[in-house]
Nanobody, 125 residues
Framework: QVQLVESGGGAVQPGGSLRLSCTAS????????VGWFRQAPGKEREGVSC????????FYEDAVKGRFTISRDNAKNTIYLQMRSLRSEDTGVYYC??????????????????WGQGTQVTVSS
């Protein structure tokens, strides 16, 4: 059974930082596409970033480019999302998701096979 478990969310002031983690069991994050998504109150879920297998594409939405960094620790089967210079508009529930695909270009995918339960990020003064 595949499980994705996010952690690292919390409340932070504008300009602050958080690092989200997504650890998988029953599924290799190293060899498949992984994405981070978020859903703000009253809004639809949106993609934030994705990472492809191996040294493939890493993609960021324009709203987070230069502030967020996605990375992978293969030994821990974990994906991270380092978030810096957080803004109030970054508030929402953040989800990691995994897709059974070895494609080295992750940005074209919107439908994923497995989802985590989400972790709340609140940016407020």
């Amino acid at each position: 059974q595949v499980q994705l478990v996010e952690s690292g969310g919390g409340a932070v002031q504008p300009g602050g930082s958080l690092r989200l983690s997504c650890t998988a069991s029953g599924f290799s994050l190293e060899n498949n596409i992984v994405g981070w998504f978020r859903q703000a109150p009253g809004k639809e879920r949106e993609g934030v970033s994705c990472i492809s297998p191996g040294d493939g594409q890493i993609f960021y939405e324009d709203a987070v480019k230069g502030r967020f960094t996605i990375s992978r620790d293969n030994a821990k089967n974990t994906i991270y999302l380092q978030m810096r210079s957080l803004r109030s508009e970054d508030t929402g529930v953040y989800y990691c998701a995994a897709l059974k695909s070895s494609d080295r270009h992750c940005s074209g995918y919107v439908s994923y096979d497995y989802w985590g339960q989400g972790t709340q990020v609140t940016v407020s003064s």
